[in-house]
């Protein structure tokens, strides 16, 4: 998927969504010769994101992204502009949006360059806070009210209720809403390890993302 070159450092970002708290956050290593598509991504799995909706970066005043047929579009080939190209400053930060409706907002901060592995799979997440919150569901404001209704003990209460009724199909529906619920409350880094190895080998597969995410839930 990437092509080798001389030199090859790897580079650490933290990436966490603003406007939420406490914050949901992630810190990943990518090679330096990753694509601003491997980065759109690789921050889509680290994160825990559908690639559902359209998305930018905006990078030293510009725009990048990987564009979708009747969306926005870029003037530069995502696959062919890579990260190293941007001479990143130490703790220098960017944006990276998705969802233009529920404008879910990342702040990506550079943190170090290391050696490159070649060992290693990259990219590779060493790091995270939280589960995202999700798709739809308003954007962040309506997320934070969201999920002070679906506190933990609200969620508790409500499985113990649904264990009494017997209505299968109302069970099942509900069941499968709490659940999501319960997981904003973790992150799951082996599973989104393996998820990113799965990319590094072969590439992006809607269909194949999806069903993880599903069997995650």
């Excluded at 694509?35 to 680290?46: N, S």
């Excluded at 934070?144 to 506190?151: A, I, S, V």
């Amino acid at each position: 998927m990437l092509k080798e070159q001389i030199f090859i450092e790897v580079y650490q970002f933290r990436i966490w969504v603003r406007h939420i708290s406490p914050a949901i956050w992630r810190r990943i290593l990518v090679r330096s010769d990753s694509t601003i598509a491997d980065l759109h991504y690789t921050i889509q799995i680290a994160m825990g994101w559908t690639d559902t909706h359209l998305h930018k970066f905006v990078i030293h005043g510009k725009d990048y992204g990987v564009s979708l047929l009747g969306g926005i579009s870029f003037s530069d080939n995502p696959n062919q502009v890579q990260l190293n190209q941007f001479n990143f400053r130490l703790n220098e930060r960017f944006i990276y949006e998705y969802d233009f409706y529920d404008q879910w907002i990342h702040e990506i901060r550079f943190e170090k360059r290391l050696p490159y592995e070649r060992e290693i799979i990259y990219p590779v997440c060493i790091g995270g806070v939280r589960g995202t919150p999700p798709e739809d569901c308003g954007g962040a404001w309506k997320f934070m009210k969201l999920k002070q209704e679906y506190n933990e003990g609200y969620i508790l209460h409500k499985i113990l209720k649904l264990l009494e009724d017997k209505d299968d199909v109302k069970q099942n529906r509900e069941f499968n809403e709490l659940k999501y619920w319960l997981k904003i409350y973790t992150f799951n880094k082996p599973f989104v390890n393996r998820s990113l190895e799965h990319y590094a080998l072969n590439g992006f597969d809607p269909k194949h993302w999806t069903e993880e995410m599903e069997l995650c839930v």
